[in-house]
């Protein structure tokens, strides 16, 4: 094994839309030191997560393998350990943090881990573990943190000014209450700690997550006359499958409009939080003179709807749940200023970030490095792209049968997207020439070849590492 000195930042975030950043274009929403990482950097203009659900995406974020592989087809939680509930990753799943720690390097982790036990060190981060768990309930790392200081625990979800016009929102009074600067302070204190050995640190930030926490000062940015609710706000969906419509996330028609744009105000000004937060590391490492030979990572593990189809959160296929924002910048080793607009899998950016730094899984995963094209600055070859729903409801998912744990299947090829559902109607739409996804053709005669070539596809895909729980995909 070639010996590495490159240190990786993987900066996860939650629920983080592909285009609410200045360097995306955004309109609105302030991003300076995300959009400085991206111009030093290389942007994935197109970056499809491996499910649009938080703990199966983070599983594969981590893995390179898509859910069906690593198992974790629902989202973690204390009360769903039963191992047929589907809901923690695979023990002998191999994630970045094995495979870094395996070719000594120092491993850290601060922030929800959402992969099974959050008070048991495991899969290379055992040195450095700094996790919360967010749901409300002891011990608790960040929850004895705000008991310490003395701050109200804004995130047990009970406290007065939590207001709700589709997501949980409310200001903050006191910065010591903000989670995600919390996270980074972990992450200064593991880098002030670094010893001779290279270093992986993951921060996991859970912003801007519900419950959207932020100071009065941020909020005042977003004046609510700037903010226009999406184009397909009142989408009836005709001609989409009917779980769309029965979807928990599906908005009611009588939802206050201002109250949803000053929650919209509030997600921009968390984002321009994190914005902050990532600004302070970034001065931290070029202080330390860590900079250079440091690749910091920046996605988050789904996106977010945000009135989009009169839709809330994830769990669905639409561009704005699925896709998500991908920086990776490495003064020393990649261009700077380079787009790739080939499409990323959520399964490809684990073994293209060992790649960089000289390692690689040595199981079977479902993705692919794109290391070398973009040191070389040209643009990988396109391949399908899938990702997987295990469950409708993965948050309050409590069913353990197996037709309600894999429920559909996504795959991009070329300017297509189809959906293979279990149990519903299937979906295609051209994102080409209806990139808000308002015309379902997948009734179209015409497009039968289209929709067989789909098929195929995903029936190679589960093939390769499952099929698992997906087998139904072969008997459609
Ligand atoms: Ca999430």
């Known amino acids: 094994m070639t010996e590495s000195k490159t240190n990786l930042i993987f900066i996860l975030c939650d629920q983080l839309r592909f285009d609410c950043l200045g360097y995306a274009g955004h309109s609105v929403v302030e ?5 400085r990482l991206a111009e030093r950097g290389v942007v994935f203009e197109t970056t499809y997560c491996a499910s649009p659900v938080c703990s199966p995406a983070r599983a594969s974020w981590l893995t390179g393998t898509y859910p069906h592989a690593h198992r974790q087809l629902a989202n973690y939680g204390p009360e769903r350990l039963v ?9 002998d799943a191999v994630t970045m943090g094995d495979v870094f720690k395996q070719a000594g390097y120092r491993c850290g982790i601060a922030g929800p881990w959402h992969l099974g036990h959050d008070h048991q060190p495991q899969h290379g981060f055992e040195e450095f573990w700094r996790v919360y768990r967010y749901q ?3 011990p608790d790392i960040l929850f ?3 008991e310490k200081e003395g ?3 804004l995130y047990e979800g009970k406290h007065p000014t939590i207001q709700k016009h589709g997501m949980d929102y409310t200001p903050i009074a006191d910065p010591r209450q903000q989670r995600t600067t919390w996270t980074i302070d972990q992450g200064l204190e593991f880098l002030d700690t670094k010893d001779d050995r290279p270093f992986f640190l993951y921060l996991s930030v859970k912003d801007p997550h519900p419950l959207i926490a932020v100071s009065q000062e941020l909020i005042d940015k977003y004046p609510i006359e700037k903010i226009d609710l999406p184009a397909t706000w009142k989408d009836d969906l005709e001609g989409r499958p009917d779980y769309l419509k029965n979807d928990v996330g599906r908005l009611s028609l009588d939802l206050d409009e201002t109250g949803f744009r000053t929650m919209m105000a509030h997600y921009y000004a968390l984002i321009t939080h994190i914005d902050d937060q990532v600004g302070r590391l970034m001065d931290h490492l070029e202080n330390q003179g860590l900079a250079e030979n440091t690749i ?3 996605i988050s593990d789904h996106g977010e709807m945000l009135g989009e189809h009169h839709a809330i959160q994830k769990r669905m296929f639409w561009e704005a ?3 998500v924002p991908c920086v990776v910048s490495w003064p020393a080793g990649l261009p700077s200023g380079h787009t790739v607009t080939t499409p990323l899998g959520g399964v490809d950016l684990a073994p293209t970030l060992l790649d960089l730094c000289g390692l690689t899984f040595e199981s079977p995963i479902d993705g692919r ?3 070398t094209a973009i040191k070389n600055q040209v643009q990988p070859d396109p391949v399908p792209i899938f990702s997987e729903i295990g469950t409708s409801d993965g948050i309050n998912f409590r069913s353990s049968a197996p037709d309600e744990l894999a429920a559909r299947v996504m795959v991009r090829d070329g300017d297509w997207k189809y959906v293979m559902n279990r149990t519903d109607n299937d979906e295609l739409y051209n994102l080409c020439t209806d990139p808000r996804e308002l015309t379902n053709l997948a009734e179209d005669p015409s497009q039968a070849d289209r929709i067989t070539h789909g098929q195929t596809l995903i029936r190679e895909m589960v093939t390769h590492t499952g099929p698992g729980y997906y087998a139904w995909c072969l008997d459609t």
Request: overall charge negative; proline content about 12%; cysteine-free.
């Open 321 to 323: 749940s699925v896709r």
């Open 296 to 298: 910091v990572a920046f």
């Open 31 to 35: 991003t300076p030191n995300i959009d």
């Open 151 to 153: 701050v109200p625990n």
């Open 83 to 91: 191992p047929e509930a589907m809901a923690v990753m695979r023990p």
């Open 136 to 138: 409300g309930d002891h």
């Open 369 to 371: 490095s794109v290391a």
């Open 144 to 146: 004895d943190y705000f």
